[in-house]
Each structure stands twice: as C-alpha cells, then as structure tokens.
C-alpha cells in the first residue's frame, strides 16, 4: 500500500478546490454467475468504492470537501468517476476519469490491484480495506496533477464552476460569462462583480445546496456501513471461489 501522497506547504485559501466523486457505473446491466458476477452486488459496490475513495481523498487534507455525489453531471471544482471493470474479491480494476470544472481531463486511466487471503484475516484494531491500495495510487495521481497547475490555472477552475453553477439557476443572466472552444474547454471571458445582487443569491443557493449534498454523505456513510461485514465476507468467499476456479 502505498504512502497517501498530500500537498507539502500551506494553500492559499482561494486555491482549496472542491472534489465530487461520482457513484460509480456498475460496469454490468445482466447477472453472469459462471462469472461470479452479480448486478445487486455490482450496484451496491458503485457506492461502496466511490465512498472509500472520498474518504481516502479526505484523508489527503488537501481538498477542500471530497463528496459522493449520485452522477459525474454533478458541478464542482474536479469530479472523479469510474467504471467497475472487475471485482472478485482477488482483483479490483477500476477505469477512472477525473475531470475539472473547464472540461479538462486530469486522469484517464485504468487502476488495479490484487489481494491475498491474509486481507481478509485482519483484527479491528488494524482493519482497513483490502484494496487501500488502489485508492491511494488514485489520490497520489490526482496531487500530481494538482501541483503541476498554476495559482492562476486553480482560480480559473475555481470561477468556472461557479459560474456553470450560476448559469444552471440563471441562464439568461450568466449567459456571455462563459466560452467553451473547439476542444471542449471552458473559460470564463469575464467574472461578475463583488457587489452583483443575483451573483449573492446564486452563492446562497449553492450554499444551500452543499448543505443538501453534506446531508446525503450520512446516507452513503449508512449504507456503506450496514454493507460492510457482508460485503467482506462475500469478498472473502468470492476470492476462495476464484482462486479455486483458477486453480480447477
């Protein structure tokens, strides 16, 4: 497993970007049991991942909130989402895309990892998730990609977002803030002034609105924690049932 990877020196408050991880996409729609592929277990695993990788993604400190959100449409500073390629208890492989609020992609790869039986023999005191691993290269990756940006580059994404957020309550009004070239890259031509009275009730919606996404992690955080023990006990079987399939 290795080191979580966090930024070394102090960021200027106005550069903290906001990380939204998305549902994952199950990455199957029928059953296929000769594959030990379940879709309710598929599904229930999109949340499960997704949420173990936004609190590894919060352990980093160097975001300024990782949320699970329902889909990658969702408006943030940087949104991460995945595919679930494989999980069987012995390999997790998961195809991640992260992507700024510009439209740029910061990730577009394929992670994976295996595990052995002894991650499944872990005592409380030492519990962690088999597959730590691959969250953490995940992380790493995604602060390589944040030191390479300027100062300038982060308050870029940083107004973009809030702008597609305004643009989303206010069309008409936010309408010639925004320009997205032949690349699909956003950028914002101009930025409303501190005083503009609909920017300030824009803000106070997207206040409300993280308070509404905040009340949704104690949903996730239930789930994911009523699904823990059974979930690492079918992954325990599903790696026995898979090295033995090899091994057959």
């Known amino acids: 497993v290795p080191t979580l990877a966090t930024y070394e020196t102090a960021l200027a408050n106005d550069e903290i970007l906001d990380i939204a991880v998305a549902v994952f996409d199950p990455g199957i729609a029928e059953a296929d049991v000769d594959e030990n592929i379940y879709p309710e277990i598929r599904r229930a695993e999109a949340t499960f991942i997704a949420r173990e990788l936004a609190l590894v993604l919060d352990d980093q400190g160097v975001w300024g909130a990782s949320r ?4 990658a449409d969702y408006i943030s500073d940087l949104v991460v989402s995945g595919t679930i390629e494989q999980s069987d208890g012995e390999s997790l492989v998961l195809d991640i895309e992260a992507r700024d609020a510009r ?8 992670y994976s990892g295996s595990t ?30 944040f030191k390479a940006l300027s100062r300038e580059e982060r308050l870029a994404i940083r107004n973009v977002a809030r702008l597609k957020f305004a643009q989303s309550f206010a069309p008409e009004a936010f309408a010639n803030y925004l320009e997205t070239d032949e690349s699909d890259i956003t950028r ?5 002034a501190e005083s503009d009275p609909m920017m300030s009730r824009i803000t106070a919606i ?9 009340t949704l992690q104690g949903h996730y ?15 325990r079987l599903s790696y026995e049932e898979t090295v033995a399939l090899r091994e057959l």
């Open 206 to 214: 997207q206040q409300r609105n993280h308070v509404f996404v905040d």
């Open 103 to 110: 439209g740029r992609v910061w990730l577009a790869k394929e």
């Open 221 to 235: 955080d239930n789930f994911s924690g009523s699904m823990d023990a059974p979930y690492n006990e079918w992954r």
């Open 116 to 145: 052995s039986r002894y991650a499944y023999q872990q005592t409380q005191r030492v519990k962690r998730d088999p597959f730590l691993g691959v969250y953490r290269r995940i992380a790493n990756d995604l602060i390589l990609a």
């Open 68 to 71: 699970v959100v329902p889909s």
């Open 188 to 192: 914002a031509i101009r930025l409303p």
